[in-house]
């Protein structure tokens, strides 16, 4: 082996490199959980939490814009393909002068039924 190649193998960052693989990460992985929820301490008995001038901005824009978005899906025009096929089927259907309703005939099997087998409820 030469000298040179010896230099890096032996080498201090090679080493750190080496030591930090193998350690295993042992230590603090996330900051632990301490303290109040969002920075505030609970209040004393009878006292009322002053709220900041951006809150109720938030509320009335978080919930007036849920309460729009629901207004204007139920009011949305029906644009789907297959509704539009139908009104259009229907349309020519009646055009042409065809009957819209289905009259239910009725259904012979019950009388043969009977006949062939001698059995009625």
């Not at 029906?78 to 009646?94: L, Q, T």
């Amino acid at each position: 082996m030469s000298a040179i190649s010896r230099c890096f193998l032996r080498s201090p960052l090679r080493n750190n490199v080496r030591a930090r693989l193998t350690r295993g990460g042992h230590g603090e992985h996330y900051n632990e959980p301490g303290g109040y929820l969002f920075n505030e301490k609970p209040l004393p008995a009878g006292q009322k939490r002053v709220k900041e001038d951006w809150e109720n901005i938030w509320y009335f824009g978080m919930y007036g814009g849920f309460f729009l978005a629901a207004v204007g899906l139920y009011y949305k025009p029906d644009s789907s393909f297959v509704n539009w096929a139908y009104r259009e089927a229907e349309r020519r259907m009646e055009e042409r002068g065809e009957v819209l309703d289905y009259k239910k005939t009725p259904n012979p099997l019950p009388e043969a039924f009977h006949e062939a087998y001698g059995k009625k409820n």
